[in-house]
């Protein structure tokens, strides 16, 4: 653990009521890392990508985002939430709005841009998602993984610091996977932070820098991907991943 770690989470433990769902979670990211996070359903990989945005409160621990903390009941929410990105398993989509509607409705309200700022920054960042030719399709006019490509789209035009990615390709076809893994794996090259829950272990394995083994709240396990993947040390990782492979 160094001084500058940009995500810092520390000790982070979340009840719903009397159940714990986090216990003592910690882990560190770089600026530019990417830390993918893998456990069984109910594990809490849900819960801790959103204590990171405040969407959950945790009750104990710390959480510093680039040397702010985010648990303080003082922090700007809306601040936060501007500096992090969240794209998750459903698009949300609002379906009476175009792509180019759908992304330029944040950097508009939000972030105050004039309309012809707004809609030549959605623009660019669906290019940036390779759907130049759909600005002005319709959600019902686009695939699950032009639309899940629209959700990410819309995180990157508030110029997120840090990108959460929950389960975004867990919703889709099979065959519409990888044109989503695709761009993230885009943004991933271009260095964007990005703290990611997903099941695409072939991805994990080839972007992450570390990758977090929760189970019942608790992180079992985390490392590299080699080590994580090839040589687990603890017998619930191995059983975790064996299982997760007789799934593809
Ligand atoms: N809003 C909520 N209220 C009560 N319990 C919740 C809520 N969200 C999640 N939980 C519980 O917290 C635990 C972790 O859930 P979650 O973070 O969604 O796990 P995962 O994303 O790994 O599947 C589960 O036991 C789940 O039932
Ligand atoms: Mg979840």
């Not at 600005?135 to 490509?149: I, K, N, V």
Request: hydrophobic share 40%; glycine share 8%; with cysteine.
């Amino acid at each position: 653990m160094s001084d500058d770690d940009f995500l810092r989470v520390t000790d982070v433990s979340k009840w719903y009521g009397e159940e714990q769902v986090l216990h003592d979670v910690s882990f560190e990211m770089d600026r530019g890392d990417v830390t993918v996070l893998i456990g069984p359903s109910g594990s809490g990989k849900s819960t801790m990508l959103r204590c990171v945005n405040r969407l959950a409160e945790a009750q104990e621990g710390s959480i510093l985002l680039d040397g702010e903390e985010v648990l303080s009941p003082d922090l700007d929410v809306d601040e936060l939430r501007r500096e992090v990105g969240m794209v998750f398993q459903g698009f949300n989509l609002f379906a009476h709005l175009t792509a180019v509607g759908n992304v330029a409705l944040g950097p508009r309200r939000v972030l105050g841009l004039s309309e012809t700022e707004a809609r030549e920054r959605a623009e660019d960042q669906l290019e940036r998602v390779g759907l130049a030719d759909q600005l002005d399709s319709y959600p019902a006019e686009l695939s699950g993984g032009q639309q899940q490509r629209v959700g990410i789209a819309r995180a990157l035009a508030m110029e997120p610091k840090l990108m959460l990615f929950d389960e975004p390709t867990s919703a889709l076809d099979p065959e519409l996977i990888g044109e989503v893994l695709e761009v993230m794996h885009g943004l991933v090259d271009e260095g964007m932070t990005m703290l990611v829950v997903t099941h695409e272990m072939s991805f994990a394995r080839a972007v992450a820098d570390e990758i977090v083994f929760l189970d019942d709240g608790r992180v079992v396990e985390r490392g590299p991907p080699e080590q994580l993947f090839e040589r687990p040390e603890e017998e619930r990782t191995g059983r975790f991943l064996e299982r997760i492979a007789s799934h593809d």
